[in-house]
């Protein structure tokens, strides 16, 4: 199974840029890397998807170095608004199974004025 | 629409009742999913469900079983509920498999007494 390991909490600032990094020592080579972000009593929702290199949308970056065994999501100036947990998800199907489906434990970052 | 829809919102059950949580989904996604999330452990796959009349096990499948009803509801079934299935559970669908985007529903705050 390619477990995840998040950093807990992180803490940072109204309009400065935030990483939250990844570790996915054993992912396979079939897997890709999502994100996801949660707030009180809501599901996870989307925020981007990688498989390898650097990945960019409205809202966010990921970042996957060449041997894919960690990544990095960028939020560039964030707001108060992005105090959310943040999930690293790696996985795919295998064989029709979702064994190798692994939500990380979450990272809980709060943002503040 | 809706998107992913739950039943119910909130139940408590004493140890030993049986019941069902219900998902749906308007999307026309061929995967559904079931989580639950527990403090600090985030979210841990249950069942999940590549297409209609297929479920496999997840991370923690014991004292749960699904059914997928048809393409759009996959329920979820407590048979002999216990105190340690105390949780929030969410369900999620994709449209082809887990390396889809996830669309979660609002969740179901369960409560075993």
């Known amino acids: 199974l390619a477990k995840t390991t998040q950093p807990i909490s992180m803490d940072s600032y109204e309009g400065q840029e935030v990483n939250i990094t990844c570790s996915h020592n054993?992912?396979?080579?079939?897997?890709?890397i999502t994100w996801y972000q949660q707030f009180p009593s809501q599901g996870p929702r989307f925020i981007i998807q990688?498989?390898?290199t650097k990945v960019t949308n409205e809202v966010a970056s990921l970042f996957i170095p060449a041997d894919r065994k960690s990544s990095t999501l960028s939020l560039p100036r964030v707001s108060l608004s992005d105090t959310a947990v943040y999930y690293c998800l790696v996985g795919a199907t295998s064989g029709g199974g979702a064994d190798g489906l692994t939500f990380g434990k979450g990272t809980h970052l709060i943002i503040q004025p | 629409n809706a998107g992913v829809t739950q039943t119910p919102k909130f139940q408590v059950l004493k140890t030993g009742q049986s019941m069902t949580l219900q998902c749906a989904q308007d999307?026309?996604?061929?995967?559904m999913y079931w989580y639950r999330q527990d403090p600090g452990m985030g979210l841990r796959l249950i069942y999940y469900s590549a297409s209609e009349g297929t479920t496999d096990k997840g991370e923690v499948p014991n004292g749960y079983n699904v059914s997928r009803l048809n393409k759009r509801e996959f329920s979820l079934r407590l048979e002999s509920a216990a105190p340690s299935q105390t949780s929030v559970y969410f369900c999620?669908?994709?449209?082809?498999?887990?390396?889809?985007?996830?669309?979660f529903g609002p969740g179901t705050r369960l409560t075993v007494l």
């Open positions: 990688g498989y390898k």
């Open positions: 999307m026309n996604h061929n995967s």
């Open positions: 054993n992912i396979a080579t079939n897997d890709y």
């Open positions: 999620a669908s994709s449209v082809a498999g887990t390396t889809d985007t996830q669309y």
